[in-house]
Nanobody, 120 residues
Framework: QLVESGGGSVQPGGSLTLSCAASGNTGYISSAYCMGWFRRAPGKEREGIAALDLDGVARYADSVKGRFTISQDNSKTTLYLQMNDLKPEDTAMYYC??????????????WGQGTQVTVS
């Protein structure tokens, strides 16, 4: 199970840090799967925004590059997304995901339930 937290409402230019905890049978997966963050804004398609490959390489969508940072704790059971300089267009439901492939794909194997981020 992947459980996101840390969403909320923030003014433009503000910051938020999202967390994703892997628990239960999937508690180990973050060490064997690549992890990442997706988001879906109202009326828009789901967008992959940040991911950590199995070899630790971080990848970002152009829309968030330079503003968002993805990371994991040393135990690799918690994934983070530090979001700075937030913009209204960052408003979306944010989802944590885990993929068995070495690099994140568009259809990960596990999803969290999502956490809402609103920038206004």
């Amino acid at each position: 199970q992947l459980v996101e937290s840390g969403g909320g409402s923030v003014q433009p230019g503000g910051s938020l840090t999202l967390s994703c905890a892997a628990s239960g049978n999937t508690g180990y997966i973050s060490s064997a799967y690549c992890m990442g963050w997706f988001r879906r804004a109202p009326g828009k398609e789901r967008e992959g925004i940040a991911a950590l490959d199995l070899d630790g390489v971080a990848r970002y969508a152009d829309s968030v590059k330079g503003r968002f940072t993805i990371s994991q704790d040393n135990s690799k059971t918690t994934l983070y997304l530090q979001m700075n300089d937030l913009k209204p267009e960052d408003t979306a439901m944010y989802y944590c995901a885990a993929d068995k492939n070495p690099r994140m794909t568009a259809i990960p194997d596990y999803w969290g339930q999502g956490t809402q981020v609103t920038v206004s």
